[in-house]
Structures are given as C-alpha cells and as structure tokens.
C-alpha cells in the first residue's frame, strides 16, 4: 500500500535531550496509524516535525511525497491538525473563527466548516469561552476538516473528553479513514486506539520498539501459559521472551515473533499440560514493550 507519511533515519536533539533516534515509520494511506509511548517517547516531536514546526536534526520526513519542513506551506494545504490542547481566540464566536481562518486557507474551506458545525450540532453563535470541552474539540476537528485534508493528525485529540464524547469523536476517525484519508493519531486512551486503529507503533526514548499492523501485532506477540510436572519449560528458541514469570507449576510467557515449531514442540513435550496461546490486548503489549526496553542496560 502507497505510504502517506514516511520517515526515514529522523533523529532530533533538544538541549540535554535526544528527543528522536533515527527514527524510521511507514504510514499507509487510508490507514489510522496509532503512535503508542509514555511520555518523552517521541511522539509530540514527531508530530511537530510531520506538521512543518520544527525540522529534523538528521534524516528525512515525508507527507504525502514531499518535504514535511521544506514543503511545510503547502502541505499545510492538505494536513488537518488537531493539537492536544487547542486554543483559538476565545473572544470569538464558533462562527466567527472558522470565518478568521478561511483567510488562510483555499476557496471553499469557510462552507466546509459551517457545513461540520452544523453536522457536530454547534450553535455558531456561541463563544468558545463557553463552549464545554467536547464542544471545543469539536470545533477543533471541524477546523481541521475543513481543510478537506488527505492526512488528519491528532495528538491527544480526547485528552479530558467524557467516556461518550470520546467515544463518538473516535468513530468518527473511523468514518474518516473509510473516506480513503490517512489518520495519525497519538494517544495515552490505549484501549479506545485498540477500537479503531489499523497499525500501530510504539516508541521509547525517541526510538522505534516495534511497529505492526493489528493483525500482525497479534499473532506477533502472543501469551504461552501451561502446567509443568514441576520442572519449568526452558523458552529458549522459542522467540524474543518479553516476559516470564509463573507460581507452582503455572508457568506463562509473553514472546515476540514465536518460532511455530518451537512453540509447538513445546506444547507436546512430556510433563506440559494446559497449554494455551493467545495474543495480547493492546495495552498488554505496550506493557510487555515498554518494560524489556526499561530493563535494558
């Protein structure tokens, strides 16, 4: 699949910080693309580079064929851009800011973006000084839709959102991907990015832990569980083990990239019974991720 967003070898450096370490990401078009990571993992700064606000230090990064930085002004043409926390000019009505920025941008994006108000059921004069947080990131996304984009980039985009009004922004992105456009979407709300997300990456320290798509990452990680006559499995050659722990003769482990035959070998062995495999919730892999990078020298 043709890729929206490439980034190759990205590395960005802040005072006393590497913010990114070689990065490197595939995003396909049509896809929604969930970046995964704690914070100071990456993700914001990757973000502000995708959006032409900072430049990379080393490396290239590319939306749409061309030079997220060198390009940003027309790009700018084709990215909607959902921050994580928004801020407009509070002092305008919902009407009036969509007015003030049409002045920005193409012939048409102010009717587009009466055209969502209206679709999100915002009264267009009301001033955002009063509008509830759901309310204000609806105007948010109506200002970045607006823009009729071929790339949505979200970062925290239902940070403080009530359980409902997340949940009806999150299908929208859904209805949005089915339009053909590709949605990047940074989020800490990991079991709702599980909903709707096609691919995922997860990030530490600026660097790339692993990036799959959801059926992929399934069948990539998987939880081996068991009962042994008391003399524990050895995992060796059963694949990068996450993760290994069990009491008595309960013994699990969480690997990444199980060798089929390996895992089957020991599945049949004398003394293992029980067995089952199964593959991780997203959350439990970002943990069994996130911790073997943290207990790496």
């Known amino acids: 699949m043709k890729a929206a967003i490439e980034i190759h070898k990205v590395s960005k450096f802040y005072p006393g910080k590497k913010a990114l370490d070689r990065l490197s990401l595939s995003v396909p078009a049509g896809s929604i693309f969930a970046l995964l990571g704690d914070n100071g993992a990456?993700?914001?700064?990757?973000?502000?580079?995708?959006?032409?606000?900072?430049?990379?230090?080393?490396?290239?990064?590319?939306?749409?064929?061309?030079?997220?930085?060198?390009?940003?002004?027309?790009?700018?043409?084709?990215?909607?851009?959902?921050?994580?926390?928004?801020?407009?000019?509070?002092?305008?009505?919902?009407?009036?800011?969509?007015?003030?920025?049409?002045?920005?941008?193409?012939?048409?994006?102010?009717?587009?973006?009466?055209?969502?108000?209206?679709?999100?059921?915002?009264?267009?004069?009301?001033?955002?000084?009063?509008?509830?947080?759901?309310?204000?990131?609806?105007?948010?996304?109506?200002?970045?839709?607006?823009?009729?984009?071929?790339?949505?980039?979200?970062?925290?985009?239902?940070?403080?959102?009530?359980?409902?009004?997340?949940?009806?922004?999150?299908?929208?992105?859904?209805?949005?991907?089915?339009?053909?456009?590709?949605?990047?979407?940074?989020?800490?709300?990991?079991?709702?990015?599980?909903?709707i997300a096609s691919h995922v990456a997860f990030l530490a320290h600026g660097k790339l832990l692993l990036t799959a798509t959801m059926d992929d990452l399934r069948r990539r990680l998987v939880r081996l569980e068991l009962r042994h006559d008391g003399q524990p499995p050895d995992p060796t050659g059963l694949g990068?083990?996450?993760?290994?722990?069990?009491?008595?003769?309960?013994?699990q482990a969480v690997v990444l990239d199980p060798d089929a035959n390996a895992v089957a070998a020991l599945q049949f062995a004398d003394g293992i019974t029980d067995f089952e495999q199964s593959p991780l919730t997203l959350e439990e892999a970002y943990c069994a991720l996130l911790e073997r990078k943290e207990g790496q020298p």
């Not at 084709?78 to 969509?98: A, C, L, N, T």
């Not at 299908?171 to 339009?179: F, H, P, Q, R, T």
């Not at 990068?240 to 013994?251: D, I, P, S, Y």
Request: charged share 25%; aromatic share 10%.
């Open 240 to 251: 990068q083990v996450l993760q290994r722990n069990g009491t008595g003769r309960q013994w």
């Open 42 to 195: 990456g993700k914001s700064t990757t973000i502000r580079i995708l959006n032409g606000l900072t430049p990379p230090d080393s490396g290239e990064a590319r939306v749409l064929g061309r030079d997220a930085w060198q390009d940003a002004s027309l790009l700018r043409q084709h990215i909607g851009y959902v921050p994580e926390r928004p801020k407009f000019y509070d002092w305008m009505s919902v009407r009036e800011i969509g007015w003030f920025t049409s002045g920005f941008q193409k012939s048409g994006y102010f009717q587009r973006y009466i055209d969502l108000i209206d679709q999100f059921l915002l009264d267009p004069g009301a001033r955002l000084s009063v509008l509830s947080k759901g309310q204000y990131a609806k105007v948010g996304l109506a200002l970045a839709l607006a823009v009729d984009p071929s790339v949505l980039i979200l970062d925290e985009p239902t940070s403080g959102l009530d359980l409902l009004v997340r949940r009806e922004f999150l299908s929208s992105m859904v209805e949005l991907a089915g339009e053909g456009r590709t949605i990047l979407i940074s989020s800490h709300q990991i079991q709702e990015v599980e909903r």
